[in-house]
């Protein structure tokens, strides 16, 4: 019997992904693990958040006293807008998404499948189905990464074959963070380009229900 | 001589009849026209069909109107909430409908039901089960969905500044789905915590033009949903 390797914490997933987010980039971050993210982007470079909801040039949350009930992200909850900030209504907010025009979104997953398919915003059965802008966002956004853990709680893979769960859409992922690796989505299924420190191929393999190979380049090897 | 001003909430949402369609502006609480939604309760017309991102919160406003069991059906794209059980309870129960829809979908059928467009094509939701038997059609060798436009027979709006022609400003990220669904109903009626004489916003800055919009009723200190909810009030 082997343990489970020891992955990332959730805050060094986000600055792991933090760290690929090019300077200049206009990003959408989904609501939980994601919006972590915006915590970590590397000083000198500067990220524009948009927020599906009318915001563009999104700030973190207000100090105490000084939210505006009115000035909310997508999650609901209050946030404050940075200098050079812009508001719109829904149909311009969904023209930058679906039109092509922010460079990258950030979701969480239930699942992901090999090739690319996503499931992120239903459980099926009795849970009250509740979409958002998920399938917006995943049909337009010129990137889609996904961030999420490698497994669920009960160690069941979350890196599939096929999503068993009612599909967000089809083949729109470009790359998955996890705390054991960063995958790519190539033409033959999952493509392993980072592992994290201390896990083995061989390890995020195994907890991985579909085609997987190893294609760190070798300079990235240490 | 243009003045739309209407005296009260009440005198706002007069006429609305049995049946009707009626488009709320807000997400979450964010331009959620509380005095006007707690109107149109006290009206008592019934068997409406909503138009909203969400399903309200708590006890009140939205989920009042639900809960006073004058909603039939829901047009939505998250009609879930952290603090209210209105809906799911309504919902599981058989006794309100849903129409799932995809947000930037929703925002571009009211869109197109205000700008005279019955239907456009969109790749959002191919693949997936809000697409299963649908009218759908390749471009540029990518799956595309029908979608039909959204009207309503009425809009309620909350906006920071309306002059007496009906031209608004909103409050940030308050201005959501309002400025499409004014365009969007036969009657946009519209609270605004400031109503001025026309010449005083300026024309660059108007975000819904006054054309759009129908009755104004000034409410000068409006509630904010998340306020009454953790004061625990319910509606009525």
Redesign the interface.
Same mark, same amino acid.
């Given at each position: 019997m082997t343990s489970a390797p020891v992955g990332l914490s959730r805050e060094q997933m986000a600055a792991r992904a933090a760290r690929d987010i090019a300077d200049g980039s206009y990003v959408n971050l989904g609501i939980g693990m994601p919006e972590m993210i915006a915590q970590f982007i590397p000083e000198g470079c500067e990220v524009i958040l948009h927020?599906?909801?009318?915001?563009l040039g999104m700030g973190p949350s207000p100090d105490d006293g000084y939210g505006? =009930?009115?000035?909310?992200n997508a999650g609901?909850r209050q946030v404050t807008?940075l200098p050079g900030a812009s508001?719109?209504?829904?149909?311009d907010?969904?023209a930058m998404?679906?039109g092509g025009h922010l460079n990258l979104c950030v979701l969480g997953a239930l699942e992901v499948a090999a090739n690319g398919d996503l499931a992120n915003w239903s459980t099926g059965g009795?849970s009250?189905?509740?979409?958002?802008?998920?399938?917006?966002l995943v049909?337009?956004v010129k990137a889609v990464y996904v961030m999420t853990s490698h497994c669920t709680r009960d160690g069941t893979p979350k890196l599939v074959e096929s999503c068993t769960y =009612?599909?967000?859409?089809?083949g729109v992922v470009d790359r998955i963070y996890t705390d054991l690796a960063v995958v790519d989505i190539g033409p033959d299924g999952f493509e392993v380009v980072d592992l994290t420190a201390g896990v083995s191929f061989d390890e995020v393999a195994a907890l991985t229900a579909g085609p997987i190979r190893d294609a760190r380049s070798t300079e990235v090897e240490r | 001589m243009i003045d739309k001003r209407v005296a009260d909430p009440e005198q706002a949402v007069a006429g609305v009849a049995d049946g009707a369609t009626v488009m709320i502006g807000g997400?979450?609480?964010?331009?959620s026209p509380i005095e006007l939604i707690h109107a149109l309760i006290d009206h008592g017309a019934t068997d409406l069909t909503v138009v909203n991102n969400n399903t309200g919160s708590g006890e009140v406003g939205l989920a009042a109107l639900i809960r006073a069991g004058s909603v039939a059906k829901m047009i939505c794209?998250?009609?879930?909430s952290t603090n209210s059980t209105v809906?799911?309870d309504l919902?599981?129960s058989g006794r309100i409908e849903?129409e799932?829809?995809?947000?930037?979908?929703?925002?571009?059928r009211?869109?197109a039901g205000g700008a005279g467009i019955p239907g456009f094509y969109?790749?959002?939701?191919?693949?997936?089960?809000?697409a299963e038997g649908r009218e759908q059609r390749e471009f540029n060798g990518r799956g595309h969905v029908l979608e039909h436009a959204l009207t309503a027979d009425l809009a309620l709006i909350k906006a920071r500044v309306a002059d007496l022609h009906g031209n608004l400003l909103?409050?940030?990220?308050?201005?959501?789905?309002?400025?499409?669904m004014a365009m969007a109903a036969t009657t946009t009626v519209v609270q605004a915590a400031e109503v001025v004489s026309p010449g005083e916003i300026d024309p660059e800055a108007v975000?819904t033009p006054g054309i759009f919009v129908d009755r104004v009723v000034h409410v000068g200190s409006p509630a904010?949903?998340?306020?009454l909810v953790a004061r625990g009030v319910t509606y009525p």
């Open positions: 927020t599906e909801n009318g915001l505006d =009930p009115e000035l909310i609901k807008a508001y719109f209504h829904h149909a907010s969904f998404i679906r009795d009250i189905p509740a979409v958002g802008g998920a399938m917006d049909s337009g =009612p599909l967000t859409g089809v | 997400f979450g609480e964010a331009g794209s998250y009609p879930r809906f799911p919902y599981r849903l799932l829809v995809p947000q930037g979908t929703l925002a571009e009211i869109r969109t790749p959002t939701a191919v693949g997936t089960e809000l909103y409050n940030r990220t308050a201005r959501n789905f309002s400025p499409l975000v904010h949903e998340s306020d």
